[in-house]
């Protein structure tokens, strides 16, 4: 590895280093690299960090081209993003796209920026679609012509991108004279003081929350312990974490919850994105809408449904807890990558999840907006202090303390939330108790 600033190193002399692997194909490569060397005082010592890599073959890469395109009497614009597909003969999975849409000041005729948009997309025409609200056009004061920069398509279920341009020339013929027949009709609704709604965030809402489909993903059966009727209105739903057997919220005391549902899915090995689509599907009947608590992955599957899904957590308007979350590494796990895969830390027949890793959260995070954040409330827990008081002696040779057996606290903070506390003797576990 080098600190010399060529090559993959950014910068000389800063204490980074850099270093290029080359792999023989798609899949997961443990990457391992230690350091050596004398302290101030003359004493040896030896640091070691050890990553999960998730190598894949891009399915799609970015041609350059994007095109946004008004809609008749609609505030909506559809952004086509031109992509060619690299592998022929497979379906393309789904991905998550990213671009910074910049416009032109009208008086001095630079560069101004607009907004940025992003969500999950699908392949289809030698394209993806995101949305831009005209919203953020007229707030900006730009006219054309438009342009994208940072342009990144992203693997969803391990969170790699697979193109990214830093510009891209967006041809927008007839968005000038669509904004203002817009305005003269008064489609576009600024009536709202300047404020940014959740529709400009991330799309039009539809007219009916449908779960978006989980065609394919992997097989797996889910069910509700609770039946569902038609008319439901306001349910709790409770959600497990990655691989568990059993829903804790449900073994430790079903009824200390009121209109509760409990999400099963035992033993699944799934990422946010997947794990957050299986609960939208199971969860649609509850046209009334719900809020949802989350123990371990349950927690981040609850903000990735807030974030990029029309769910029913936009029918609660009562302004109570939408999303509460415990024992959730929102920032990743030191078990929960290379430890998975050799000691199946995480359950029965579960291995790495790349969503947890610190590698992987850290790229998930950064596509989580602020304002879905502080809609969250986190509870986090540990074992008791002492070195010697563990909830589970072969996990914490290796985790940081304090520690919960699988959570470490250092890595369960969520910037821009509500942090409710941490209590100690509590494990990550189906009880939750300390031994």
Known sequence: MHDDGQLTDLAANDGVYAATIKVEGSGHYIAQAYITGRTPHGHEFIRSTEHLIPIIQPEIRLTGEAHIVPQRDDHRMLVHI???KVIKDQPTMQHRAYAEVFGTDPSTGHPIPVCWIGGMVDYADDKVILELDANWV??????EPFHLRNVIVQDVKTQVPVSHLDHVNAKSDGVDEHLFLLSYKGKIPVATN???TREMRIGRRPARVIAPSTSSLPSSSFSSQHHVSANETGKLLLLHGYCSPANPW??????????????NNPNADLSHDEFARKVIEWAEPYNGGYSVIGHSQGGCVALHMRN??????????DGGKLLQSVGTPYHGDDGAGTLANIAKIFGKLCGANTDLTRDGAALWLAGIAAPHRTEVNYYTTTAPKGFFNSCNLATNLF???PNDGVAELQYAQLDGASYMGNTESECHSIDMKFP
Not at 252 to 262: E, P, Q, R, S
Not at 308 to 317: C, F, H, N, Q, V
């Open 82 to 84: 031109n992509v060619r």
């Open 138 to 143: 007229k707030r900006s004061g730009a006219v």
């Open 194 to 196: 300047g404020a940014i």
């Open 250 to 263: 449900q073994v430790n005391g079903k009824d200390d919850f009121t209109d509760a549902a409990f999400f």
């Open 308 to 317: 990029y899904y029309w769910s029913g957590l936009d029918e609660i308007t």
């Open 399 to 401: 985790l940081r303390h």
